[in-house]
């Protein structure tokens, strides 16, 4: 699978070692230690609830120091995010720290919504960021995880009006950010957990 560099070619940003080996450690350790709960996907209007058949993973609290220093990174890449993908930016909104275990996955979505209904957050989203806090291995290895991949829909499409989804190979501290409105989902983790964080500029 292509790593994020290879993603810039369709006019999206993705960036190796956005965070050091040691920031990733750091924010797996504290992930495993927070208090954690099931993450959530829209329902009906702005509510949004817990439906593990189609999302499954967890989301943790962590400290106001690990999402800063998640938020003070994404926000130095304002003027790339701009220039790569043609959307004005200026800010985040606070980031998601998501571990995902064995056989837990996201079904194809959408990360922003401009029904009217729609949470203010979601109509305000224009392109998603996905940070990697560690990396994939086809084996079970320390600090790795297999399956769980990223998919974009929408950057090629198959000749007969098919989207072809494209994997993004997951590289501890890399980063790929793409717009909102993209089409994109994670396969079922096999083996390990899966730990990204992720945010959304505006």
Avoid at 173 to 184: D, K, N
Wanted: charged share 25%; glycine share 10%; proline share 5%.
């Amino acid at each position: 699978m292509p790593d994020v560099s290879f993603f810039n070619g369709f006019g999206l940003l993705g960036v190796r070692e956005f965070l050091t080996e040691e920031d990733c450690r750091a924010l797996r350790d504290e992930i495993a230690r927070a208090s954690i709960s099931p993450a959530t996907v829209r329902e009906e209007g702005s509510e949004y609830g817990v439906d593990e058949g189609r999302r499954k993973t967890r989301w943790a609290e962590v400290s106001e120091e690990a999402s800063t220093l998640v938020v003070d990174r994404l926000l130095s890449l304002v003027p790339d995010v701009t220039e790569r993908l043609g959307v004005e930016v200026s800010e985040v909104q606070p980031p998601q720290f998501l571990q995902y275990r064995e056989g837990d996955f996201f079904r194809r979505h959408r990360d922003s919504n401009q029904d009217a209904a729609a949470a203010k957050f979601a109509r305000e989203r224009r392109v998603s960021a996905v940070v990697f806090l560690n990396g994939e291995s086809p084996e079970p290895a320390p600090d790795s995880y297999g399956g769980g991949a990223l998919t974009l829909y929408g950057l090629m499409d198959d000749g007969a009006g098919g989207a072809i989804g494209l994997p993004v190979t997951g590289e501890t501290g890399s980063l790929i950010a793409f717009p909102s409105e993209m089409v994109h989902e994670v396969t079922p983790v096999s083996h390990g957990e899966r730990y990204t964080v992720v945010s959304w500029f505006y």
